[in-house]
């Protein structure tokens, strides 16, 4: 490419019948200052590129750092996320673990408590069942002593209810009138009145205790 100074030096021979001078002059004056102003662009725009270049190189330093910045941070999270999930699978395990020895020691307690609980139960039935027993064997005993009784007063000889539990001697003595009682309450149990024969005392038991035997 020529220059604004090449152009400005640069010289033609006169000829005869050639161009005019004043026209070649007044173009290469023309020329020299777009060559000029050409040439102050492209040296501007060389130091813009220089410019640019140097920035370029800058960034491209910077975005090694910033590789390197992200390739550390992304190490560092990586690091520090498989730490937490360590952390956690830890805080988990121990966790069940507490968990679980909670529950076999409910169960074990519930188990226990459990078969405490049935020996209660189991003890309560004992004693109940010799409640019972007891009872029953007192009933029976009750119902053979009044049997036995019964049946003595059965096997004594049958007198008059009039001269039932008198002596001889009140017995040969001549009836005297008895004075006129006042009227009782009829009496419903037979134990209430006297005297009394084996029979009514017969008839007396059957009806109180005839009940208890038949359930017996």
Request: hydrophobic share 40%; charged share 35%.
């Given at each position: 490419?020529?220059s604004a ?5 640069l010289r ?36 813009k590129?220089?410019?640019?270049a140097?920035?370029v190189?800058?960034?491209m330093?910077?975005?090694d ?14 690091r ?6 360590a ?34 139960i189991?003890?309560e ?12 064997d ?14 003595m ?6 007198e ?7 002596t ?7 009836a005297?009138?008895?004075p ?8 419903s149990?037979p134990f209430?009145?006297?005297p ?6 017969q ?14």
């Amino acid at each position: 490419m020529i220059s604004a100074s090449e152009i400005h030096e640069l010289r033609f021979e006169k000829a005869a019948f050639g161009y005019k001078q004043e026209d070649i002059d007044e173009f290469l004056n023309k020329l020299e200052e777009e060559a000029a102003i050409a040439q102050r662009e492209l040296d501007d725009s060389n130091n813009k590129i220089q410019v640019l270049a140097d920035k370029v190189r800058e960034y491209m330093r910077d975005e090694d750092a910033l590789k390197d910045a992200l390739l550390g941070a992304q190490k560092e999270g990586h690091r520090i996320i498989s730490e937490a999930n360590a952390k956690a699978e830890e805080i988990i395990a121990q966790a069940k673990e507490k968990a679980d020895a909670m529950m076999d020691e409910v169960t074990v307690q519930h188990d226990a408590l459990i078969e405490k609980n049935e020996a209660e139960i189991e003890e309560e039935h004992k004693k109940l069942a010799a409640a019972k027993k007891q009872v029953a064997d007192f009933k029976k005993a009750l119902f053979d002593m009044y049997k036995e009784h019964l049946n003595m007063l059965s096997a004594m000889p049958e007198e008059d209810d009039t001269t039932f539990g008198m002596t001889e001697e009140n017995a040969t003595e001549p009836a005297q009138p008895k004075p006129a009682a006042a009227a009782a309450p009829a009496a419903s149990d037979p134990f209430d009145a006297e005297p009394f024969s084996a029979k009514a005392i017969q008839g007396a038991y059957d009806s109180r205790f005839g009940d208890l035997q038949d359930k017996d």
